[in-house]
């Protein structure tokens, strides 16, 4: 499985971004994929997922902001950013899980000015 995770950039707080990640290759069975991310001197930490029946998950820092879709059509899974905060800097992963075996994308970076 082959993530191409886009979308990053500068943005100003209270603005907006929308991540993309597509999946290709072997990607029959990928169930949960998801968006993760890392900030400068932290651990990499889950933003929300999505299963491929749609059930979602969200980490609390970001419920009533962000927004975790999937178009199982297309092996692509969004994360739509709203309200943006300077705290919400970070590089974002995209990841898929098939078979219990995980597999990540390159980052996109996502920096907040305030």
């Known amino acids: 499985v082959q993530l191409q995770a886009s979308g990053g950039g500068l943005v100003q707080a209270g603005g907006s971004l929308r991540l993309s990640c597509a999946a290709s290759?072997?990607?029959?069975?990928?169930?949960?994929m998801g968006w993760y991310r890392q900030a400068p001197g932290k651990l990499r930490e889950l933003v929300a997922d999505i299963a491929t029946g749609g059930t979602t998950n969200y980490a609390d820092s970001v419920k009533g902001r962000f927004t975790i879709s999937r178009d199982n059509a297309k092996n692509t899974v969004y994360l739509q950013m709203n309200s943006l905060k300077p705290e919400d800097t970070a590089v974002y992963y995209c990841?898929?899980?098939?078979?219990?075996?995980?597999?990540w994308g390159q980052g996109t970076l996502v920096t907040v000015s305030s």
């Open positions: 290759g072997s990607i029959f069975s990928v169930n949960v």
């Open positions: 990841k898929a899980r098939r078979f219990g075996v995980e597999y």
